[in-house]
């Protein structure tokens, strides 16, 4: 299935504003960020394990263990960001 990621603050200037992905049908925020890991070199940089990103579905604060649904619209972020 089809989502949309957005990414925002250090992430959005490493990786651009926004992407589409593939994901299997019951797949996590979790699973989405390690496909997304293997991308490219800024991604596994800027989404690494070690580093602290945020997430949200469709505009709402959400835990990695979330599933997704199709179209679901995905944002990572830094912990902290400003207005």
């Not at 949309?4 to 603050?9: P, V």
């Not at 580093?51 to 972020?77: P, W, Y």
Request: net charge negative; glycine share 6%.
């Amino acid at each position: 299935m089809k989502v949309s990621i957005r990414y925002f603050a250090s992430l959005r200037e490493a990786l651009g504003p926004a992407e589409q992905a593939e994901v299997a049908a019951g797949a996590t925020v979790s699973v989405l960020r390690d496909q997304l890991l293997l991308l490219s070199e800024p991604h596994a940089r800027v989404l690494s394990r070690d580093r602290a990103v945020r997430c949200a579905i469709n505009q709402r604060m959400c835990t990695e263990d979330e599933v997704l649904a199709e179209g679901a619209e995905v944002a990572f972020f830094p912990p902290v960001t400003g207005g």
